[in-house]
Structures are given as C-alpha cells and as structure tokens.
C-alpha cells in the first residue's frame, strides 16, 4: 500500500500538535511494529516464527500526534528484529537516504537550541539523526533524563494507541489469520487504508 509521503510542511504541523499535546518538542512521529498472527506458511521453516512463539507478519507504522497512521511497510518477516525489519523497510530505506522531507533542524521550544526532528520508538530500534530512543535503565542517573524518558513514552504511546484503535475497529487482528502472507498483507493493507479513510 502507498501511503503520500508528508510534505515538509505537513511535517511541521506534526511536531507542533506532539509538542501541544504531548510535550515532546520536534517529534514527527512515533514508530512502532505490530505483529499480526498468521497460520504458519507451507515450507517457510522458521521464517514466520516470532519471539511471541507463533507465526506473524508485521506491520511497521509511522503515527503522528493523533494516532493516524503517516507511513506504513507491510509484511515483515515475523522472525526479525524490530531494528532489522526498519533497517529493510521502505520507510527505514527512506529515511537513510534522505527522502523522507524531514524538515531542517530547529530550535527547541524557548530555546536557541538547534536539533533535528524527530521520530521516537522504544529501545529496540537504532538510535540515528532522526530516530530517537529511551535512556537504557542503567543511564537513568538523575531526574533530567528521567523526565525525557516519560516524556518521550508519552509520545511514544501514540503509536500503541494507534494500533489498539485499528485493532478494535478491524477484529481480524484478534485471530490467527489463516491465508497466505501475500492475502495477509492485502488484508492488512486494506484495513489500514480504511483505518485512515475513518480518522
């Protein structure tokens, strides 16, 4: 499924509702993946198989402010990593080559402070430029970066609420899907196309 690419402008008003609502400033966007549960595929081994122990695909989204789905990449293999299926995704793709529109960097709210934008995922995804994480639990040292760790998992948050409001609407996603990965990802493709036709 093709979603637009946001314009740089689009961007923008992004970030200015996650700073308005959830008080993290420069935030495009919150990535997170979703592993939806399938039969497991005829002679695929354990390419499917995922850390859950059972079969899935993923669903890998980009989620702004208000829980709308901004960038999608379907059909993941099950058995990679979070890191690994961004890292081949075409949004991750994307992202490293500089065709995301990302706007330059700006000054942090009430600050002359330049810093890029960005998207915040949890720990399991790299941290680059424009991808930001959590402090590790060891490196919580002192309330600064305490407060930066609830703040961005507020805004993190943004992208489970995504995928629960999806879930609710769409009750395919609370069964095992017995099909192909290819008729699961034209599945998933088109409840996340309905899903942003709602909102």
């Not at 966007?29 to 354990?46: Q, R, T």
Request: aromatic share 10%.
């Amino acid at each position: 499924m093709k979603v637009p690419t946001p314009s740089e402008e689009d961007w923008k008003q992004i970030a200015r509702k996650y700073w308005e609502k959830w008080n993290f400033p420069n935030c495009i966007g919150a990535l997170d993946g979703k592993h939806v549960v399938i039969e497991c595929p005829a002679n695929s081994g354990s390419k499917y198989f995922c850390y859950k122990k059972t079969f899935s695909i993923v669903l890998l989204a980009l989620v702004d402010a208000d829980y709308r789905f901004t960038l999608l990449d379907i059909g993941g293999l099950g058995k990679n990593s979070d890191g690994c299926l961004f890292a081949n995704s075409v949004v991750g793709k994307s992202l490293a080559q500089n065709k995301l529109n990302i706007p330059d960097d700006k000054a942090l709210p009430g600050t002359k402070e330049i810093m890029p934008y960005v998207i915040v995922r949890d720990a399991a995804f790299p941290l680059q430029k424009h991808l930001m994480r959590p402090y590790p639990g060891n490196q919580l040292t002192d309330e600064e970066k305490k407060k930066f760790n609830y703040r961005l998992s507020r805004a993190r948050r943004t992208s489970e609420n995504a995928f629960g409001i999806l879930a609710r609407r769409f009750r395919i996603y609370e069964r095992r899907l017995s099909m192909t990965p290819e008729h699961v990802n034209i599945v998933v493709a088109a409840t996340c196309c309905f899903n942003i036709r709602l909102q």
